[in-house]
């Protein structure tokens, strides 16, 4: 079984495969590319991997210097010509540098490889931040969140903080039978506090009736994230919101960590 668009979270994964008894086998491609990453059949499927990359491309994980690290930017490789797989229906791709065999199309996508050379999606360059100097990646700490019975779907944004820049803020959608009230927002605080590190937890809940999406179903971040940074909230209906930093029962650890 194959999925497209956003990487599917680990619930959604073990669901299908308790249900149906079927495996999702992630991939990686652009609209600009061919499946550039994949979980090939007769390959193990590591849980939360997008696999390894596909014969034929020459890939690699650079940070932000061009140099190859175990997280960063997932960069294609040319010759003479453009990458393999990169789609032929642009007249200026954009993202592609140098001449001859140093052209390098960077995709925009952020990626984790681990010691067998398999990657992790972690997000567009522009989804993942930094708050308190730690990186962020929105994917991650949505997969927390819909794990809670409440949760439908979770957007997760940086939140202007005077002290820390921003903290993780996480627009959500309710299953039926919950309610946007202070004991939901409790309850699921109290939840991403059992499943994340400290520096990842969710310190702002806001319920909304639907969040943005484009014509594909992708949840559109960026909307969120003006709303966040510039209060714009043209044809956007806030939500209720909740803060950590007002519920008592949560202690002291909300203050420090």
Not at 71 to 81: A, D, K, Q, S, V
């Amino acid at each position: 079984m194959r999925t497209t668009g956003e990487p599917l979270n680990p619930e959604v994964i073990e669901r299908v495969r308790d249900v149906w008894g079927l495996t999702i086998r992630d991939g990686y491609g652009q609209t600009e590319t061919t499946a550039q990453i994949g979980n090939t059949p007769g390959q193990a499927v590591k849980p939360g991997s997008m696999g390894r990359p596909l014969p034929g491309y020459r890939m690699d994980v650079m940070d932000a210097d061009g140099r190859e690290a175990d997280e960063g930017e997932i960069c294609l490789y040319g010759g003479r010509e453009r990458p393999a797989g990169l789609m032929l229906g642009y007249q200026d791709t954009g993202g592609v540098k140098g001449e001859g065999d140093t052209s390098v199309y960077h995709t925009g996508d952020v990626a984790m490889r681990d010691a067998d050379g398999h990657l992790v999606f972690v997000g567009r360059t522009d989804d993942v931040f930094k708050s308190s100097d730690y990186r962020i990646s929105p994917f991650e700490l949505e997969s927390a969140l819909i794990e809670h019975a409440a949760v439908v779907e979770a957007a997760v944004v940086p939140s202007p903080h005077p002290i820390r820049l921003a903290v993780p803020k996480a627009f959500i959608t309710l299953a039926p039978g919950h309610h946007a009230n202070r004991d939901t927002a409790l309850s699921i605080f109290l939840h991403v506090r059992q499943h994340l590190s400290p520096f990842k937890r969710v310190r702002r809940i806001e319920f909304v009736a639907d969040l943005p999406k484009t014509i594909s179903g992708k949840i559109r971040r960026v909307q969120l994230r003006r709303v966040e940074e510039r209060g714009d909230v043209a044809n956007w209906p806030r939500g209720i919101a909740f803060s950590e930093e007002e519920f008592s029962e949560l202690g002291s650890a909300k203050l420090t960590q």
